[in-house]
């Protein structure tokens, strides 16, 4: 609101000023001619031809920081000043809103544009009804600010004085706007005026009815969303977040890139057979009939599994084919390439095996040198061991411990000292290669597998003596002989035939907890 032409000095403090300004990171440029003014922001470029003589001082004193309009060109009035207003409100993704006391000009908080899509206008709180936080606001504290953000808003709101987050905390619960401000020492007006900008950013609800219905509560489209899982979902990808995105190298100047490999743990090395490729080509049955008989399998047959195996599984998933770098210059790091893909070759998953039936491996856990193709026990530890098995045989329904219990860590620093905004997704997406990779090489061997969803940070990283900081698990496998009865790919059993595209495909069933 604007500040009223006579203002007693007991009312001064009760009195706001809008304050606008631009995004830190758009620049301001005019044509040599003056007939035209250039904004460069992070998602658009725009020219705004013949300009009012207003607009061009606005923005140029709106880049240098928060100014109150009615200072900016005094003298500028009429249609002209009509004119230039209107078009800071069509550059509504490029300006950031604040809410200041009048008398100090101290800012309140701000409303940050996000996206080109962003609109802002303050909107008054109703004279009924109730008020709340959304669930999926998130307060936390970015350089010496405290700031809002939702994965539902286009805005971030910046909370620069006490006063604004005096404000918010009193919106835990539902309360009436007029209450809102009770036993705060702010004036009424101020507290309105908060409540404006954080309804119009999203960040405050409106109840819809007198009994407190929220329209955000009854939205099918949220109810199974956590706030969590939608603000990591919305600030991964582009499109609702100005946050850096990409291979950015935001640390190259500061750490260096860790190794392509991960130094070998202290422990009994056990040396893995390694197969001959050719020898596969010979035996694996076709692709296709590999990828349609995947399948999770939860029971295990009375054999154990060799070292042989296991050493042809590893080398066939998971093993380092060869050493390289990428990039150039203060942005080149080392980089590998194995069987599966991941973004930028940088390979950040490890995998340990917790071993509890392999007559020629000690039980414990192992850590798998994939560049040297060897196991090394980094754990004896049984009751450990047997908490971890434990754990995947009730989190995956497994009729028993898995012989083999594969658990996927990420050195996260190897994406993150390349990437932003992407780094802990291109994480889980890692995992989802490695596991398909895992089923397939599984299936064609004629093995029991089985992904498993859930990992006990705290049992694993003690277990293996990691710090969870920089190295914890993400993913996990379970891995056994086939049951006696169980097909192997390209098996057929009569009368259970799918035609597919002229095709005889085996027909699976889908157990209750997936495939």
């Known amino acids: 609101m604007s500040v009223p032409a006579r203002i007693d000095e007991h009312d001064r403090r009760k009195a706001t000023t809008t304050l606008w300004s631009l995004r830190e990171d758009v620049r301001v440029e005019t044509a040599e001619d003056g007939d035209a003014v250039e904004l460069h922001g992070r998602w658009s470029d725009l020219r705004v031809r013949n300009p009012e003589p207003g607009l061009v001082e606005t923005l140029r004193r709106m880049n240098l920081g928060p100014v109150s309009l009615d200072n900016v060109s005094p003298g500028d009035t009429g249609a002209g000043r009509r004119s230039w207003q209107g078009a800071l409100l069509r550059l509504q993704d490029l300006v950031v809103r604040s809410l200041a006391f009048a008398d100090s000009g101290q800012v309140l908080l701000s409303a940050v544009p996000l996206s080109h899509a962003a609109r802002f206008s303050p909107e008054p709180p109703p004279e009924s009804g109730l008020l709340k936080l959304s669930r999926f606001a998130v307060l936390r504290r970015e350089g010496d600010l405290f700031q809002l953000e939702s994965p539902l808003s286009l805005h971030r709101v910046l909370l620069h004085r006490p006063e604004a987050q005096w404000v918010v905390a009193a919106l835990g619960r539902p309360v009436a706007a007029s209450k809102a401000g009770d036993g705060l020492p702010l004036a009424g007006e101020v507290v309105r005026e908060i409540l404006g900008y954080l309804i119009g950013t999203g960040m405050v609800l409106v109840a819809q009815t007198t009994d407190g219905d929220f329209e955000e509560d ?129 390979y950040d998953l490890e995998l340990y095996l917790t071993v509890r039936d392999c007559p020629e491996l000690p039980a414990g856990i192992h850590y798998y040198d994939p560049q040297g193709h060897c196991l090394v026990l980094v754990s004896e530890d049984l009751a450990a061991a047997a908490e971890l098995s434990a754990g995947a045989m009730a989190s995956a329904a497994l009729s028993a411990p898995p012989p083999v219990l594969i658990t996927l860590t990420s050195r996260f620093q190897r994406l993150s000292w390349k990437y932003s905004g992407l780094a802990y997704a291109l994480v889980l997406k890692h995992v989802g290669a490695l596991i398909q990779t895992f089923y397939l090489v599984g299936s064609a061997m004629g093995l029991a597998t089985c992904a498993v969803c859930s990992e006990d940070i705290a049992a694993f990283a003690g277990a293996a003596g990691l710090d969870w900081r920089t190295e914890s698990p993400v993913g996990s496998f379970v891995l056994g002989p086939l049951p006696a009865d169980a097909r192997t790919p390209g098996e057929r059993r009569p009368g259970h035939h799918l035609p597919v595209n002229g095709q005889d495909w085996p027909e699976r069933s889908t157990a209750a907890h997936g495939s």
């Not at 995105?245 to 991960?262: C, E, L, N, R, S």
């Not at 770098?325 to 980089?335: D, L, Q």
């Open 218 to 346: 009854q939205d099918p489209a949220l109810r199974t969303w956590s706030a969590h899982d939608m603000l990591f979902h919305t600030r991964s990808v582009m499109g609702r977040d100005d946050g850096d995105y990409g291979a950015t190298f935001a640390h190259v100047a500061q750490i260096k890139p860790q190794p392509a490999v991960k130094n070998r743990p202290h422990g009994p090395v056990v040396p893995l057979p390694r197969p001959e490729l050719g020898e596969l080509l010979d035996r694996d049955p076709p692709f296709t009939t590999v990828l349609e008989g995947r399948s999770s399998v939860r029971e295990y047959g009375a054999s154990a599994l060799t070292l042989r195996t296991l050493g042809e599984f590893l080398y066939r998933t998971a093993r380092v084919r060869s050493l390289g770098t990428a990039g150039t210059g203060e942005t080149a790091y080392p980089s590998s390439d194995r069987p599966y893909p991941t973004g930028g070759a940088a």
